[in-house]
């Protein structure tokens, strides 16, 4: 009876996610310390490029309608077949013409060795199958679905760890074989994502005209934002990978990889907060119910960045070995950058609650800005370590430029900014 009210209770919510958000999370921790001390600071430069292409493409080509997908089978659950029928429609054919395109363009743009060359483009043909994988994980999402919608999200990276974890066994630091295992982890993800939607949502083939206007307008809506924000999170990678040698963008990585460790927490929060502060009553209760939440990532968070800041000169060479020394003061950084990426995630999908999405977008665009600017200003002179001040600046200036949007948008005050007395996670779950 206990396991079984404790199941029923991680199935919803905060917990669910959490758990989920951080298994996907330790999971990719521990692969990408597998394959940096498997190939080395230079190998590991290659992989990422090899890793981090098709992941930017299929983010690029989805359209924002992955959100979109997920309001409409939530609002009409009638939509469903012709949503799923649209979303294998838009994957094929949309990530067939963008993975077609980098196959044709990146290899000539990228300093990467032939071999990697060749890996590359057996990865870029992934950029379809993650696109399904993503849509029908909202499908999932929208129909409340949340825990198949997050063992979607996790399948892909746990079956990476498995991958490379294996091909780490067996002693060969091929990089073809850790190409292999990625795109072997996309494809049980996207196969995974097709069995539940069926299994649960019994969808049928329909093709539905009527639904193309409402879904791309709404889609348009979220994909100015979204695309930025993928931007402002990986674009210091990608400016890297044409900017500095692969050793230097492999020890970046590793600090990337490291700091990353409480993401988790920011992401649950995150997801969570979006339904809870669209159902609010009014604004002003669904800017109360976001400041909540920011407070409840503050107390769970920040005594936990400053233990990592502190631990980090031991940690760090410790996993992953004393060639990535150089990534320690990196890491420092960009686990505080960390913080404040985090709390953009939810004054983001809060905006987007409150109905102004196009906020989100004015931030992230800003934000890029910083980006682009910092980046160049100060990678030639500081390096990998100007990499991670430029991130912490633009996710500071995005945090900022969010709340106050939040506040004029909920016509808070001043005592609505602080934690209420008697604060805690339960009464949050009795403000949805």
């Given at each position: 009876?206990?396991?079984?009210?404790?199941?029923?209770?991680?199935?919803?919510?905060?917990?669910?996610?959490?758990?989920?958000?951080?298994?996907?999370?330790?999971?990719?921790?521990?692969?990408?310390?597998?394959?940096?001390?498997?190939?080395?600071?230079?190998?590991?430069?290659?992989?990422?490029?090899?890793?981090?292409?098709?992941?930017?493409?299929?983010?690029?080509?989805?359209?924002?309608?992955?959100?979109?997908?997920?309001?409409?089978?939530?609002?009409?659950?009638?939509?469903?077949?012709?949503?799923?029928?649209l979303a294998w429609v838009v994957?094929?054919?949309?990530?067939?013409?963008?993975?077609?395109?980098?196959?044709?363009?990146?290899?000539?743009?990228?300093?990467?060795?032939?071999?990697?060359?060749?890996?590359?483009?057996?990865?870029?043909?992934?950029?379809?199958?993650?696109?399904?994988?993503?849509?029908?994980?909202?499908?999932?999402?929208?129909?409340?679905?949340?825990?198949?919608?997050?063992?979607?999200?996790?399948?892909?990276?746990?079956?990476?760890?498995?991958?490379?974890?294996?091909v780490a066994f067996i002693g060969?630091?091929?990089?073809?074989?850790?190409?292999?295992?990625?795109?072997?982890?996309?494809?049980?993800?996207?196969?995974?994502?097709?069995?539940?939607?069926?299994?649960?949502?019994?969808?049928?083939?329909?093709?539905?005209?009527?639904?193309?206007?409402?879904?791309?307008?709404?889609?348009?809506?979220?994909?100015?934002?979204?695309?930025?924000?993928?931007?402002?999170?990986r674009l210091d990678q990608l400016?890297?990978?044409?900017?500095?040698?692969?050793?230097?963008?492999?020890?970046?990585?590793?600090?990337?990889?490291?700091?990353?460790?409480?993401?988790?927490?920011?992401?649950?929060?995150?997801?969570?907060?979006?339904?809870?502060?669209?159902?609010?009553?009014?604004?002003?209760?669904?800017?109360?119910?976001?400041?909540?939440?920011?407070?409840?990532?503050?107390?769970?968070?920040?005594?936990?960045?400053?233990?990592?800041?502190?631990?980090?000169?031991?940690?760090?060479?410790?996993?992953?070995?004393?060639?990535?020394?150089?990534?320690?003061?990196?890491?420092?950084?960009?686990?505080?950058?960390?913080?404040?990426?985090?709390?953009?995630?939810?004054?983001?999908?809060?905006?987007?609650?409150?109905?102004?999405?196009?906020?989100?977008?004015?931030?992230?665009?800003?934000?890029?800005?910083?980006?682009?600017?910092?980046?160049?200003?100060?990678?030639?002179?500081?390096?990998?370590?100007?990499?991670?001040?430029?991130?912490?600046?633009?996710?500071?200036?995005?945090?900022?430029?969010?709340?106050?949007?939040?506040?004029?948008?909920?016509?808070?005050?001043?005592?609505?900014?602080?934690?209420?007395?008697?604060?805690?996670?339960?009464?949050?779950?009795?403000?949805?």
């Amino acid at each position: 009876m206990i396991v079984q009210r404790l199941l029923s209770r991680m199935r919803q919510g905060l917990p669910n996610t959490l758990l989920i958000t951080a298994g996907m999370s330790a999971a990719g921790l521990i692969s990408g310390l597998i394959v940096a001390r498997t190939l080395g600071p230079e190998g590991r430069g290659q992989f990422a490029s090899i890793v981090l292409c098709p992941t930017m493409l299929a983010t690029f080509g989805e359209l924002g309608l992955g959100m979109a997908f997920a309001y409409f089978a939530g609002k009409n659950r009638e939509s469903i077949p012709g949503l799923w029928t649209l979303a294998w429609v838009v994957s094929l054919l949309i990530g067939g013409v963008v993975s077609l395109a980098g196959v044709v363009i990146l290899p000539s743009q990228l300093v990467l060795s032939e071999l990697a060359l060749v890996e590359l483009r057996w990865n870029l043909l992934t950029v379809p199958i993650i696109m399904l994988a993503g849509y029908l994980g909202y499908l999932l999402l929208g129909a409340g679905c949340l825990v198949e919608f997050n063992l979607v999200r996790a399948s892909s990276g746990i079956c990476y760890l498995f991958g490379v974890a294996a091909v780490a066994f067996i002693g060969d630091s091929d990089i073809r074989l850790f190409t292999v295992a990625f795109i072997l982890a996309q494809l049980v993800g996207c196969v995974l994502a097709i069995v539940f939607c069926v299994s649960r949502l019994h969808p049928t083939w329909h093709w539905n005209p009527q639904l193309f206007k409402p879904i791309f307008v709404y889609g348009a809506k979220t994909y100015a934002s979204s695309l930025m924000a993928q931007a402002n999170l990986r674009l210091d990678q990608l400016i890297m990978t044409i900017v500095v040698s692969p050793t230097q963008l492999g020890i970046y990585v590793v600090a990337v990889a490291f700091a990353g460790m409480l993401n988790p927490v920011y992401g649950a929060v995150a997801t969570v907060v979006l339904p809870r502060v669209t159902q609010s009553p009014s604004r002003l209760l669904g800017g109360k119910v976001a400041i909540r939440h920011l407070w409840l990532m503050f107390f769970g968070s920040v005594p936990l960045t400053i233990v990592l800041c502190v631990m980090m000169p031991m940690l760090l060479p410790l996993l992953f070995g004393s060639d990535y020394q150089l990534s320690v003061l990196p890491a420092q950084v960009l686990v505080i950058a960390a913080f404040f990426q985090g709390c953009v995630t939810i004054l983001g999908n809060s905006l987007r609650g409150l109905g102004s999405p196009g906020k989100t977008a004015i931030s992230e665009g800003t934000g890029l800005v910083v980006t682009i600017g910092l980046l160049f200003a100060l990678l030639p002179t500081w390096g990998i370590t100007g990499a991670a001040i430029a991130s912490l600046t633009a996710y500071s200036v995005v945090a900022l430029i969010q709340t106050i949007f939040l506040l004029d948008i909920s016509d808070l005050d001043g005592p609505d900014l602080w934690p209420p007395k008697g604060f805690s996670y339960s009464r949050l779950r009795g403000e949805r």
